[in-house]
């Protein structure tokens, strides 16, 4: 039986695909810090430590034949509330992650690196990163280089699953919910582009790869729109709710469609789940009041670090900055 180390595994993504590993007959290991999360309840082997703590990782790493590396800080704001913690564990640990592990490694990277570009974009499209996070991203791939098959991921939607935290600070979730609890959605501009991805699906690109050598970049996303668009959408499937618009630009000046021909030729990968799919689990989410504070800051990377982080900036020393970072 093939040995999975999810690193960074409580979270979004690694929920889901935690489930969907042991559904198709891997031994998982989850190993996380629980940053977001105040317990783990998933019925796999667990281990709570911090990935700065080297000498408590890497006996995992020595277990595993598959890494999947889920580790760093996600999202424009919640990278930016700390610099130097967003290069240490976004660049300096996959440093250390190709010094110290030579098996198969899947890594997840952003289709943010493209930033700002019209057209399909692919693969081979010029790197536009516009943020912190998404430059770090760049500068993971380069460091992984061949060592590794990477994701360039659109912009997640959808529940993961019965125990991680559903994301409102992702665009999708953050209009369904606010088209519930207010009857209306804000759209600024409107015309940019986003590639969209069900979280489920990231999952099971993951798992399709366990075994196959591919390697080096790969666009996933399920669908192209414009923000207008899938507000639009949005409301067909809220009764009632309307889209304000403005002409007023939002800071984020990200705009790019990808394609994801190549996931699709070399390994199939063909999204299981729609815009509307996603759309309708998150308002059922809602309207049957299985959340019951839509504004609590645990939803939103950003909101629930701010807090964390802003009090210890200053340098790193390279000490384990416990924040709520526990090591065992």
Same mark, same amino acid.
């Given at each position: $039986?093939?040995?999975?180390?999810?690193?960074?595994?409580?979270? &979004?993504?690694?929920?889901?695909?935690?489930?969907?590993?042991?559904?198709?007959?891997?031994?998982?290991?989850? &190993?996380?810090?629980?940053? =977001?999360?105040?317990?783990?309840? /998933?019925?796999? @082997?667990?281990?709570?430590?911090?990935?700065? @703590?080297?000498?408590?990782?890497?006996?995992? $790493?020595? #277990?595993?034949?598959?890494?999947? #590396?889920?580790?760093?800080?996600?999202?424009?704001?919640?990278?930016?509330?700390?610099? *130097?913690?967003?290069?240490?564990?976004?660049?300096?640990?996959?440093? #250390?992650?190709? +010094?110290? =592990?030579?098996?198969?490694?899947?890594? $997840?990277?952003?289709?943010?690196?493209?930033?700002?570009?019209?057209?399909?974009?692919?693969?081979?499209?010029?790197?536009?990163?516009?943020?912190?996070?998404?430059?770090?991203?760049?500068? !993971?791939?380069?460091?992984?280089?061949?060592?590794?098959?990477?994701?360039?991921?659109?912009?997640?939607? !959808?529940?993961?699953?019965?125990?991680?935290?559903?994301?409102?600070?992702?665009?999708?979730?953050?209009?369904?919910? /606010?088209?519930?609890?207010?009857?209306?959605?804000?759209?600024?501009? !409107?015309?940019?582009?986003?590639?969209?991805?069900?979280?489920?699906? %990231?999952?099971?690109?993951?798992?399709?790869?366990?075994?196959?050598?591919? %390697?080096?970049?790969?666009?996933?996303?399920?669908?192209?729109?414009? $923000?207008?668009?899938?507000?639009?959408?949005?409301?067909?499937? %809220?009764?009632?709710?309307?889209?304000?618009?403005? *002409?007023?630009?939002?800071?984020?000046?990200?705009? &790019? /469609?990808?394609? +994801?021909?190549?996931?699709? @030729?070399?390994?199939?990968?063909?999204?299981?789940?729609?815009?509307?799919?996603?759309?309708?689990?998150?308002?059922?989410?809602?309207?049957?009041?299985?959340?019951?504070?839509?504004?609590?800051?645990?939803?939103?990377?950003?909101?629930?670090?701010?807090?964390?982080?802003?009090?210890?900036?200053?340098?790193?020393?390279?000490?384990?900055?416990?924040?709520?970072?526990?090591? /065992?």
């Amino acid at each position: $039986m093939t040995n999975v180390l999810v690193v960074g595994g409580a979270g &979004y993504i690694g929920g889901t695909l935690t489930d969907q590993l042991i559904a198709a007959g891997y031994n998982a290991r989850v &190993y996380d810090n629980l940053l =977001f999360e105040e317990r783990y309840l /998933k019925p796999v @082997d667990f281990i709570c430590g911090d990935v700065r @703590d080297q000498a408590a990782l890497l006996p995992h $790493m020595k #277990w595993a034949d598959t890494v999947v #590396w889920l580790v760093g800080l996600v999202g424009d704001g919640a990278c930016g509330l700390y610099p *130097e913690l967003t290069e240490e564990l976004n660049v300096e640990s996959v440093k #250390w992650l190709v +010094a110290n =592990f030579n098996r198969r490694i899947i890594f $997840m990277s952003t289709c943010s690196v493209y930033g700002a570009q019209d057209g399909l974009l692919t693969e081979e499209s010029p790197f536009n990163p516009l943020s912190l996070y998404a430059r770090t991203k760049v500068v !993971g791939e380069q460091i992984l280089g061949d060592r590794a098959i990477y994701f360039r991921l659109g912009t997640l939607f !959808g529940l993961g699953d019965q125990f991680s935290r559903i994301r409102l600070d992702l665009v999708l979730n953050l209009l369904t919910v /606010k088209a519930c609890l207010y009857g209306r959605m804000s759209v600024f501009g !409107g015309e940019q582009w986003r590639p969209l991805l069900h979280v489920r699906d %990231v999952a099971g690109a993951v798992v399709a790869n366990i075994g196959t050598p591919h %390697v080096g970049p790969f666009n996933l996303r399920t669908e192209n729109l414009t $923000m207008s668009i899938l507000a639009e959408r949005i409301a067909t499937l %809220v009764p009632g709710s309307v889209v304000e618009r403005t *002409e007023i630009k939002f800071q984020d000046a990200r705009n &790019y /469609k990808v394609s +994801a021909d190549k996931a699709r @030729d070399t390994f199939g990968f063909a999204p299981k789940l729609t815009v509307e799919d996603g759309i309708t689990e998150t308002r059922d989410l809602v309207q049957q009041g299985r959340i019951q504070d839509a504004s609590s800051p645990r939803y939103s990377n950003t909101d629930f670090l701010r807090p964390i982080f802003l009090p210890q900036q200053g340098p790193l020393g390279g000490e384990i900055i416990p924040l709520r970072w526990k090591t /065992k």
